[in-house]
């Protein structure tokens, strides 16, 4: 089953290092029968990007708990594209969030398939979102617009094997 889990850069280096994301169980996003059933019209390739978004929007929230333990983590977000055995994804009921799943097993570095990441173009605003995120969540319509923004940048597509290079960018 094709997951897309949320990361941030220093975590995609700890995957590079270790050659595994984990612990489990970890958060993931993916196309649930909820999220099929919800988007009634689209097909296989835009309910993955539906995924994928979602997975995008809770990486922010991973940057913000990083920065408020203290850590510099640049604005950029990461998401890891992995093929999981069903057997460790359990799909959940979350009507709030339909593609969510918890993958029960850390995923290694040969079950991923791709990573996307923002441009450093789009650093500002995803700070930015990051920033409003709080207020977006109490339902803040000005926050939400801010969220949204940052959701218009494209998140870049490397394969896994670029991933050295990727994190050797100094930004």
Do not use: N
């Amino acid at each position: 089953m094709r997951v897309y889990l949320p990361c941030t850069l220093p975590a995609l280096a700890r995957v590079a290092a270790e050659g595994e994301l984990g612990p489990a169980p970890l958060t993931g996003y993916a196309v649930t029968p909820a999220l099929v059933e919800w988007y009634v019209s689209g097909d296989t390739e835009e309910l993955e990007y539906v995924a994928l978004t979602e997975a995008a929007r809770a990486s922010m929230r991973m940057i913000m708990a990083a920065r408020r333990d203290g850590a510099e983590v640049v604005g950029r977000r990461v998401v890891i594209a992995a093929e999981v055995p069903e057997k460790f994804v359990k799909i959940g009921t979350d009507l709030e969030e339909r593609a969510k799943v918890r993958v029960e097993t850390p995923v290694p570095l040969r079950r991923m398939a791709s990573v996307h990441v923002d441009d450093t173009e789009a650093i500002p605003d995803v700070d930015a979102a990051i920033a409003a995120l709080p207020k977006a969540d109490a339902g803040d319509d000005d926050a939400r617009f801010v969220v949204d923004g940052a959701e218009d940048h494209e998140l870049m597509w490397y394969a896994t094997q670029e991933i050295p290079d990727l994190l050797g960018d100094p930004r």
